[in-house]
């Protein structure tokens, strides 16, 4: 089918703290017309904020009307507001020890549990935790939801999300460990998916995924996707989900190997939308596909995109993109 390309004038964003930016960058490939139900014609890709060094794990608090996000090797969480811009909302996020180590040290992945509480995926604490303060008064003091399984620390806990029986699942590829593959502090032999069960034990649903990163359930919870970061299999993987909240059937839901090399990042973060839609960080941008796996188009930026999150009426993406936080405004 012809593409259709709706450019987004190139602007760079020069400021980086205070007050809302909102230069514009990138652009939209239309690879189907039914794209234009998802992303108006007239769509722009907005700067929000910048200066950061990895950014990731967006999460949008309707009650607060305020974007957190993890900039990862800088250990601490920000804040956007329209009205104020990029904050710090909280720090040290992912490593509280006192001993110095490298590595991607902070928190990933941001969510809310069914009480309102901030739980975040803690790649230099290798745990899934709870912040123990309001999400007014942020607080570094944590609670551990899960560290280990068998006795085996986890390597990095990177993205996660909740069903609503209140069963946590999460990724845990090696990004955290400050020699990744290679740390002699990884334990498990494997990188796994595991599901915190409401009891608090763990249980691990799958070892088999190289370098599992993005997870995310379709509407009605049957089914799930998983990214995997691999250069060498960049895929998106689909499963069934039982009655029991296991795992089967799994097969390659899309395979990004042909999206371009030379294009930044891989499949990563992904967020599914009320009608099935999936907006997938992928090689040069976010990837929005149909519930089965047809392409509809890319949101296409420059640097390598980590994540996305929707406003609660889902009609606003936000992206992480390495240094800069995106704002795209959908159809209304």
Same mark, same amino acid.
């Given at each position: 089918?012809?593409?259709?390309?709706?450019?987004?004038?190139?602007?760079?964003?020069?400021?980086?703290?205070?007050?809302?930016?909102?230069?514009?960058?990138?652009?939209?490939?239309?690879?189907?017309?039914?794209?234009?139900?998802?992303?108006?014609?007239?769509?722009?890709?907005?700067?929000?904020?910048?200066?950061?060094? %990895?950014?990731?794990?967006?999460? %949008? !608090?309707?009650?607060?009307?305020?974007?957190?996000?993890? @900039?990862?090797?800088?250990?601490?969480?920000?804040? %956007?507001?329209?009205?104020?811009?990029?904050?710090?909302?909280?720090?040290?996020?992912?490593?509280?020890?006192?001993?110095?180590?490298?590595?991607?040290?902070?928190?990933? $992945?941001?969510?809310?549990?069914?009480?309102?509480?901030?739980?975040?995926?803690?790649?230099?604490?290798?745990?899934?935790?709870?912040? *123990?303060?309001?999400?007014?008064? /942020?607080?570094?003091?944590?609670?551990?939801?899960?560290?280990?399984?068998?006795?085996?620390?986890?390597?990095?806990?990177?993205?996660?999300?909740?069903?609503?029986?209140?069963?946590?699942?999460?990724?845990?590829?090696?990004?955290?460990?400050?020699?990744?593959?290679?740390? /002699?502090?990884?334990?498990?032999?494997?990188?796994? !998916?595991?599901?915190? *069960?409401?009891?608090?034990?763990?249980?691990?649903?799958?070892?088999?995924?190289?370098?599992?990163?993005?997870?995310?359930?379709? /509407?009605?919870?049957?089914?799930?996707?998983?990214?995997?970061?691999?250069?060498?299999?960049?895929?998106?993987?689909?499963?069934?989900?039982?009655?029991?909240?296991?795992?089967?059937? $799994?097969?390659?839901?899309?395979?990004?190997?042909?999206?371009?090399?030379?294009?930044?990042?891989?499949?990563?973060?992904?967020?599914? @939308?009320?009608?099935?839609?999936?907006?997938?960080?992928?090689? $040069?941008?976010? %990837?929005?596909?149909?519930?089965?796996?047809?392409?509809?188009?890319?949101?296409?930026?420059?640097?390598?995109?980590?994540?996305?999150?929707?406003?609660?009426?889902?009609?606003?993406?936000?992206?992480?993109?390495?240094?800069?936080?995106?704002?795209?405004?959908?159809? @209304?």
């Amino acid at each position: 089918m012809k593409t259709n390309i709706s450019i987004a004038i190139l602007i760079l964003a020069i400021g980086c703290t205070g007050h809302s930016i909102h230069s514009t960058i990138g652009s939209i490939e239309r690879l189907d017309a039914s794209l234009d139900t998802i992303i108006s014609a007239d769509a722009k890709i907005e700067i929000i904020a910048t200066g950061l060094d %990895w950014s990731e794990g967006p999460l %949008w !608090i309707e009650k607060n009307k305020m974007l957190l996000f993890s @900039d990862v090797p800088q250990n601490t969480i920000y804040k %956007w507001t329209e009205e104020k811009g990029k904050e710090i909302y909280l720090s040290p996020s992912g490593y509280t020890d006192t001993a110095k180590r490298g590595g991607e040290t902070g928190s990933n $992945g941001l969510l809310l549990d069914s009480a309102g509480n901030l739980v975040l995926c803690q790649h230099g604490n290798r745990q899934m935790a709870k912040m *123990n303060a309001p999400i007014t008064k /942020p607080a570094a003091n944590y609670t551990s939801l899960a560290a280990k399984y068998t006795g085996m620390r986890f390597n990095s806990p990177n993205d996660a999300v909740y069903n609503s029986k209140g069963e946590l699942f999460f990724t845990d590829p090696p990004y955290g460990l400050e020699k990744n593959m290679a740390d /002699p502090k990884k334990e498990t032999p494997y990188q796994g !998916i595991y599901r915190i *069960n409401r009891d608090g034990t763990v249980s691990l649903l799958l070892d088999s995924i190289t370098r599992p990163n993005g997870i995310a359930f379709f /509407p009605g919870e049957k089914k799930l996707i998983i990214a995997n970061s691999d250069p060498e299999k960049p895929y998106w993987y689909i499963y069934d989900v039982d009655q029991n909240s296991n795992l089967q059937n $799994g097969k390659i839901f899309y395979d990004a190997s042909g999206g371009g090399k030379e294009l930044k990042g891989l499949p990563d973060g992904l967020k599914i @939308d009320r009608n099935g839609t999936v907006f997938a960080s992928g090689p $040069g941008g976010v %990837w929005v596909f149909t519930a089965t796996g047809k392409l509809l188009g890319k949101i296409k930026v420059p640097e390598a995109t980590s994540n996305c999150a929707l406003s609660t009426d889902q009609k606003i993406l936000y992206i992480t993109n390495d240094m800069n936080v995106l704002r795209i405004k959908l159809r @209304d």
